[in-house]
């Protein structure tokens, strides 16, 4: 595939006083010295050109960027061109005729990721950035983009090497001998290795905000009352006898956001609550993440299914609180003390509509969310501090040093599922799938 010369149109569609044609790939040059019917530098440059179409010509402007020192690590030559839609078509045909293939989407940042030029993380805020809806995405893409989430991870990689390195230097030595390696030495390192993951960790986002949100809670906890006060219309079916919910309904509540109302729990589920409830959590585990949904009268902190972040938390039916309303939602908050419930917390009223607007607004003032990648990240940071866990039990505990370093392997192999290094071709895949055409 590398071997290919791919070719798109890398502007937006639809009319426009310009358009961009990218040609990236071994044949680039010639494919546009074809087009062009005129020579191209083999150096950085900017080239401006007559190009002939249909016995007319046409200015154009030819952008030359030899491998290395280009976007993709390859040839690329970009043609900027008057932007009618039928004339880029007709000139990106020629540059099929001329040896070119379409580019599929995300083809030329993949080439990038692939050539070294960009780290997956990178890679991903390249999307990002191109989808940001708000000046929030566009920080966080940007940051990502300029390597500061990968910094990170490399110097979480870098103590665990230091770690395997120590304790790998002593495995042809025994005790006593020149050379060996005081244990203490590869523990220290792996502890500060630890450190490093807890902070890289913390410093990521749990969720973004957007994309499929679970609503999680009791039965009867008002989901589907919230559900229906933020859509602003009667989209689920709300009845006070408890299991009502049995299918998950999902309901767009803005561009790029949508919730999935979800069965409750029940403290003894019949066969027919049991599988609607084994439903829901299966779905659960493919959200964007999930809203805790708690009774602020009865506060009850539900199950939340494994590997499904958590937003917020959301404290329903504040207007049948008392005078003593504020004791109570300390009440409700210290039920959800050590449960791992998040921040931040949520108090609304759906008859009322006490809180709806600040959680509409954080649900919907970010636009679409980026779930995949930091669900990536967080399973690649949690991989590698469960790995340095047991490299350092098992090291405390006297353990030979060979399954200490494959625990370090481990952990090693974790973070380097964040980078790309030992990501599956399939995972790629779906990562470069959600770019433009062009990009």
């Known amino acids: 595939m590398l071997?290919?010369?791919?070719?798109?149109?890398?502007?937006?569609?639809?009319?426009?006083?310009?358009?961009?044609?990218?040609?990236?790939?071994?044949?680039?040059?010639p494919a546009g010295e074809a087009v062009l019917q005129a020579a191209l530098p083999r150096v950085r440059a900017a080239v401006a050109a007559?190009?002939?179409?249909?016995?007319?010509?046409?200015?154009?402007?030819?952008?030359?960027?030899?491998?290395?020192?280009?976007?993709?690590g390859e040839d690329v030559v970009e043609l900027h061109l008057p932007g009618g839609p039928a004339l880029l078509q007709a000139v990106l045909d020629a540059l099929f005729a001329a040896g070119a293939r379409a580019a599929t989407p995300g083809e030329?940042?993949?080439?990038?990721?692939?050539?070294?030029?960009?780290?997956?993380?990178?890679a991903e805020a390249v999307a990002d950035l191109i989808a940001?809806?708000?000046?929030?995405?566009?920080?966080?893409?940007?940051?990502?983009?300029?390597?500061?989430l990968g910094s990170d991870v490399a110097r979480v990689r870098g103590h665990v090497q230091d770690a395997l390195a120590l304790l790998?230097?002593?495995?042809?030595?025994?005790?006593?001998e020149t050379g060996a390696v005081d244990p203490e030495a590869w523990l220290a390192a792996i502890e500060r290795a630890e450190q490093a993951v807890a902070r890289a960790r913390a410093a990521l986002p749990e969720v973004a905000v957007g994309g499929e949100l679970i609503l999680l809670g009791a039965a009867n906890a008002g989901k589907s009352s919230l559900c229906n006060a933020l859509a602003g219309c009667d989209a689920v079916l709300v009845d006070p006898t408890a299991g009502t919910?049995?299918?998950?309904?999902?309901?767009?509540?803005?561009?790029?956001?949508?919730?999935?109302?979800?069965?409750?729990?029940?403290?003894?589920?019949?066969?027919?609550?049991?599988?609607?409830?084994?439903?829901?959590?299966?779905?659960?585990?493919?959200?964007?993440?999930?809203?805790?949904?708690?009774?602020?009268?009865?506060?009850?902190?539900?199950?939340v299914p494994a590997g499904t972040p958590v937003l917020a938390t959301v404290f329903t039916k504040v207007d049948l609180l008392d005078?003593?309303?504020?004791?109570?939602?300390?009440?409700?908050?210290?039920?959800?003390?050590?449960?791992?419930?998040?921040?931040?917390?949520?108090?609304?009223?759906?008859?009322?509509?006490?809180?709806?607007?600040?959680?509409?607004?954080?649900?919907?003032?970010?636009?679409?969310?980026?779930?995949?990648?930091?669900r990536r990240w967080h399973d690649g940071l949690d991989g590698a501090a469960e790995a340095l866990a047991a490299a350092r039990a098992g090291g405390a505990a006297g353990e030979h040093e060979e399954l200490v370093a494959a625990d370090l392997a481990r952990a090693l192999a974790a973070l380097d599922a964040i980078s790309g290094r030992s990501s599956p071709e399939d995972v790629l895949d779906r990562i470069f799938a959600r770019f433009c055409l062009g990009k």
């Open 50 to 72: 007559d190009l002939p179409l249909r016995g007319a010509r046409l200015p154009a402007l030819a952008l030359v960027m030899p491998a290395p020192g280009s976007y993709t």
């Open 323 to 374: 005078a003593r309303a504020e004791p109570e939602r300390a009440a409700a908050l210290a039920a959800c003390a050590g449960s791992g419930a998040p921040r931040p917390h949520l108090f609304v009223s759906s008859v009322r509509g006490d809180g709806l607007d600040a959680l509409r607004a954080f649900l919907t003032g970010r636009g679409a969310s980026s779930a995949v990648s930091l």
């Open 132 to 148: 940001a809806a708000g000046e929030q995405e566009r920080r966080t893409a940007l940051h990502a983009l300029s390597g500061g």
């Open 108 to 122: 030329f940042t993949r080439r990038a990721f692939e050539r070294g030029r960009l780290s997956l993380a990178q």
């Open 3 to 29: 071997d290919d010369t791919i070719a798109a149109i890398a502007s937006p569609p639809g009319p426009a006083a310009r358009g961009v044609i990218r040609v990236s790939g071994p044949a680039a040059i």
């Open 245 to 303: 919910t049995r299918d998950v309904v999902a309901v767009r509540l803005a561009e790029g956001t949508t919730l999935l109302d979800a069965p409750g729990d029940l403290d003894v589920p019949a066969p027919l609550d049991a599988a609607a409830l084994a439903l829901r959590d299966r779905i659960a585990a493919r959200a964007a993440a999930a809203l805790l949904v708690i009774d602020a009268t009865a506060p009850r902190v539900p199950e």
């Open 168 to 176: 790998e230097s002593g495995l042809d030595f025994t005790e006593g």
